[in-house]
């Protein structure tokens, strides 16, 4: 490290963000081409696996070139760009792992690699990037036909994309054009993810680039369906519940905030956890070790416009349920405006995801690696019962569904978990008896 230049061209590339993120997705920049920045001035936003990161500036200089457009996947250690740095300005110190990297590829010559790469396409008639041409190409897009507006006429991804909605290749563009992530471009609607806010007639294919959280899901997702799973599921009477979460609602409207049962569940599934620690734990395929793991710290599937997230409420059993009604709605502001933190969705040691919110009778979900367990909540839905006396009566039912994986947890266990839960979902008085 001490080799770092001092004065001179530097290329900054994406320090290592957290731990096991290889790359992430470019979201935007707060800085141009021949801008001065500061120290720790923020110069884009990065989106991981986990979370959005803002990268602030270590140097004090000018931005001489930026390598990459929003939308762009950069790999950990890749520059993001480049800077003329201040002769008198020092370095500022940071981690290691970034320390490192900078280290690698400090001094560049003048043809640098991105520069190179632009002069061949030039060559062969268009200025653009192999990332842009892609994309051009995965919409069926002529690059040739596309006016370029970046710098020195480089064709830039939303000359792609205004290209492809003149030219009627994107019909409902104006409608999915969203800010500045490509993820958010085809991802329409904000509050109903993943559907366009309005009926589209059309008939072309389109090609959607998984980005963001969706990139995360689809490689979690194919990580987790080698698990051997098994699927257990019950009915629970969610009377009581209901009763209970209008009782606070009425009687404590002064706290201003709005209960759901989401909360009681959520804290009723950690007094079972206490019995039934199996289930809050942690498998290790290679040293083929169960971690018990101490905290419950529950995570809830959340659905938003920039995909599926899954932040976690830490340490549920020191929690009241005061608490983790304010925990979840704070998780929840931030998730829907993407500004969840990496210690938000790190460290969840079991999942709860409730669909019924959206509609359905249960899900099949699939663990969140490493954990063991996850539960899909149905629609609570009333519906006739026989009572013990044989009357019939209406009752709020919920089915769940808990997806074990099936090398840490068997049946039998599982349900013993559940009948536990269940008891005290159904007679939510009980928590009281033990509630710390
Ligand atoms: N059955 C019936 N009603 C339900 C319900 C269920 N399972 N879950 C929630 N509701 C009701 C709530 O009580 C609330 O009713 P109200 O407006 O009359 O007070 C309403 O639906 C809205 O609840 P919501 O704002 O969703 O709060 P919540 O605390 O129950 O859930 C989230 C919070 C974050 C879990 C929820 O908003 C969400 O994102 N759900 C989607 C889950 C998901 O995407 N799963 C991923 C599947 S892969």
């Given at each position: 490290?001490?080799?770092?230049?001092?004065?001179?061209?530097?290329?900054?590339?994406?320090?290592q963000t957290g731990e096991g993120i290889a790359?992430?997705?470019?979201?935007?920049?707060?800085?141009?081409?021949?801008?001065?920045?500061?120290?720790?001035?923020?110069?884009?936003?990065?989106?991981s696996d986990k979370?959005?990161?803002?990268?602030?500036?270590?140097?004090?200089?000018?931005?001489?070139?930026?390598?990459?457009?929003?939308?762009?996947?950069?790999?950990v250690?890749?520059?993001?760009?480049?800077?003329?740095?201040?002769?008198?300005?020092?370095?500022?110190?940071?981690?290691?792992a970034?320390?490192?990297?900078?280290?690698?590829?400090?001094?560049?010559?003048?043809?640098?690699?991105?520069?190179?790469?632009?002069?061949?396409?030039?060559?062969?008639?268009?200025?653009?990037?192999?990332?842009?041409?892609?994309?051009?190409?995965?919409?069926?897009?002529?690059?040739?036909?596309?006016?370029?507006?970046?710098?020195?006429?480089?064709?830039?991804?939303?000359?792609?994309?205004?290209?492809?909605?003149?030219?009627?290749?994107?019909?409902?563009?104006?409608?999915?054009?969203?800010?500045?992530?490509?993820?958010?471009?085809?991802?329409?609607?904000?509050?109903?993810?993943?559907?366009?806010?309005?009926?589209?007639?059309?008939?072309?294919?389109?090609?959607?680039?998984?980005?963001?959280?969706?990139?995360?899901?689809?490689?979690?997702?194919?990580?987790?369906?080698?698990?051997?799973?098994?699927?257990?599921?019950?009915?629970?009477?969610?009377?009581?519940?209901?009763?209970?979460?209008?009782?606070?609602?009425?009687?404590?409207?002064?706290?201003?905030?709005?209960?759901?049962?989401?909360?009681?569940?959520?804290?009723?599934?950690?007094?079972?956890?206490?019995?039934?620690?199996?289930?809050?734990?942690?498998?290790?395929?290679?040293?083929?070790?169960?971690?018990?793991?101490?905290?419950?710290?529950?995570?809830?599937?959340?659905?938003?416009?920039?995909?599926?997230?899954?932040?976690?409420?830490?340490?549920?059993?020191?929690?009241?349920?005061?608490?983790?009604?304010?925990?979840?709605?704070?998780?929840?502001?931030?998730?829907?405006?993407?500004?969840?933190?990496s210690d938000?969705v790190s460290g969840?040691?079991?999942?709860?995801?409730?669909?019924?919110?959206?509609?359905?009778?249960?899900?099949?979900?699939?663990?969140?690696?490493?954990?063991?367990?996850?539960?899909?909540?149905?629609?609570?839905?009333?519906?006739?019962?026989?009572?013990?006396?044989?009357?019939?009566?209406?009752?709020?039912?919920?089915?769940?569904?808990?997806?074990?994986?099936?090398?840490?947890?068997?049946?039998?266990?599982?349900?013993?978990?559940?009948?536990?839960?269940?008891?005290?979902?159904?007679?939510?008085?009980?928590?009281?008896?033990?509630?710390?």
């Amino acid at each position: 490290m001490a080799d770092l230049p001092v004065g001179g061209v530097i290329d900054v590339p994406l320090a290592q963000t957290g731990e096991g993120i290889a790359e992430c997705e470019l979201l935007k920049w707060f800085v141009q081409e021949g801008e001065e920045v500061e120290e720790f001035q923020p110069l884009c936003e990065v989106q991981s696996d986990k979370a959005t990161i803002e990268i602030t500036s270590r140097y004090k200089g000018k931005v001489s070139k930026v390598l990459h457009v929003p939308g762009n996947i950069v790999k950990v250690g890749e520059a993001l760009l480049r800077m003329v740095i201040d002769e008198n300005a020092s370095i500022l110190p940071s981690v290691e792992a970034a320390q490192d990297l900078v280290a690698q590829d400090s001094k560049i010559n003048e043809l640098d690699i991105a520069d190179s790469v632009l002069k061949k396409e030039k060559i062969r008639g268009v200025l653009s990037t192999p990332a842009v041409r892609n994309f051009a190409k995965q919409l069926g897009v002529t690059i040739e036909d596309v006016l370029g507006t970046g710098h020195d006429g480089r064709i830039l991804r939303e000359d792609i994309l205004n290209y492809a909605a003149r030219k009627g290749i994107l019909k409902a563009s104006s409608e999915i054009l969203i800010e500045d992530s490509s993820a958010k471009n085809f991802l329409g609607d904000q509050t109903s993810p993943n559907v366009s806010s309005a009926y589209v007639w059309e008939f072309e294919d389109r090609s959607l680039p998984l980005r963001g959280f969706h990139r995360a899901m689809a490689k979690s997702m194919t990580l987790a369906a080698k698990i051997p799973h098994f699927q257990y599921v019950e009915e629970v009477n969610c009377d009581a519940l209901l009763d209970l979460r209008a009782s606070f609602q009425n009687e404590m409207s002064d706290l201003g905030i709005k209960f759901t049962f989401l909360p009681l569940l959520v804290k009723s599934l950690s007094m079972a956890l206490s019995k039934y620690p199996l289930l809050n734990s942690c498998f290790n395929e290679e040293s083929q070790e169960v971690l018990l793991k101490g905290s419950h710290n529950i995570g809830i599937a959340m659905a938003t416009a920039h995909g599926l997230v899954v932040p976690n409420i830490k340490k549920v059993q020191s929690l009241s349920i005061v608490e983790i009604t304010k925990e979840l709605s704070r998780l929840q502001e931030l998730a829907l405006s993407n500004k969840l933190s990496s210690d938000d969705v790190s460290g969840g040691t079991i999942t709860i995801s409730n669909i019924g919110s959206i509609g359905g009778k249960f899900g099949s979900p699939l663990v969140n690696v490493p954990e063991v367990s996850i539960i899909a909540l149905g629609r609570i839905q009333k519906i006739p019962l026989f009572d013990e006396d044989g009357n019939l009566c209406p009752a709020s039912i919920m089915m769940i569904n808990i997806s074990s994986d099936h090398r840490v947890l068997d049946g039998a266990t599982v349900a013993r978990f559940c009948n536990e839960w269940k008891r005290f979902i159904e007679k939510p008085e009980l928590l009281m008896l033990q509630m710390r």
